[in-house]
């Protein structure tokens, strides 16, 4: 699970920092819910942590039901292979059962994205670095 950035304190941070979360790997809902509550607390070293009040376990119980869910299967004109489309859209078909409600629109222009993602990772590095010095 990839949580919400800051959700999870990252100490000592990576140098990928901006673009990376640290989040839970378990075998069920349950289990990950669990952890997730476990390491979610507060780290006053990470800047990126703000502290949340959700208890992940007692949410468990609200379900899916009006869930909104932003969906593009072509995210920057990536596409997946056809295998692991079907496997997505099998997914999806199990939030719409739920009663989850999918957006899909049209993913913006990702044209110069490189030169943005190594601005980020350019300043996460030299935020990385002030940090551990």
């Known amino acids: 699970m990839k ?3 800051g959700k999870v304190p990252s ?9 990376s979360s640290a ?4 075998r069920t ?7 997730l509550d476990v390491i979610s607390g507060n780290d ?15 949410d468990l119980e609200s379900g899916i039901k009006d869930l ?6 072509s995210l920057g004109n990536s596409f997946p292979r056809k295998e692991v489309a079907e496997i997505i859209k099998n997914a999806v078909s199990i939030f719409v059962s739920g009663g ?7 993913p913006p222009d990702f044209d110069g994205s490189m030169s943005i993602y190594r601005t980020i990772l350019d300043s996460g590095m030299a ?5 551990m010095t």
């Open 3 to 5: 949580p919400s950035q």
């Open 11 to 19: 100490w000592p941070p990576s140098h990928l920092w901006p673009l």
């Open 23 to 26: 989040g839970p790997l378990a």
């Open 29 to 35: 809902v349950e289990d990950l819910s669990l952890l």
């Open 44 to 58: 006053f070293r990470d800047p990126s942590k703000f502290l949340f009040r959700s208890n992940s376990v007692d």
């Open 68 to 73: 909104k869910i932003g969906f593009s299967l």
């Open 100 to 106: 989850a409600y999918i957006y899909q629109d049209e």
């Open 127 to 131: 935020l990385t670095s002030s940090l």
